[in-house]
């Protein structure tokens, strides 16, 4: 994966289309506002498992990338873990730049 992802996600956080922090994420999902969520590769076991828990009952996409929390908040502008995509070019972009180096 390249920098590209991590320069949509900065642009996403710009265009207000990203929802950040576990607890928001989580509410985006269950509203069906969110489109694609991201989790950084060193997100917390329990974290990770009641996003992906939540996402896979309501049928959105979860990836979790070799970045980490740090690099991700860079990125964004704020500390998290985990962020739903909620617009769809944005999030078919980002899963396409994520698949395109598994």
């Not at 917390?44 to 009641?50: F, P």
């Not at 944005?90 to 730049?97: D, G, R, S, V």
């Amino acid at each position: 994966m390249t920098d590209k992802l991590l320069s949509l996600l900065g642009l996403c956080r710009r265009a207000g289309r990203i929802v950040l922090g576990n607890d928001p994420v989580v509410d985006s999902i269950n509203q069906k506002k969110a489109k694609l969520v991201i989790i950084a590769s060193d997100c917390s076991k329990n974290t990770a498992k009641g996003v992906l828990t939540t996402a896979h009952r309501v049928g959105v996409k979860v990836y979790v990338v070799p970045y980490t929390k740090e690099e991700i908040s860079l990125c964004v502008g704020k500390y998290t873990a985990v962020l739903s995509i909620l617009d769809d070019g944005f999030a078919k972009k980002a899963e396409t730049l994520i698949l395109k180096e598994e």
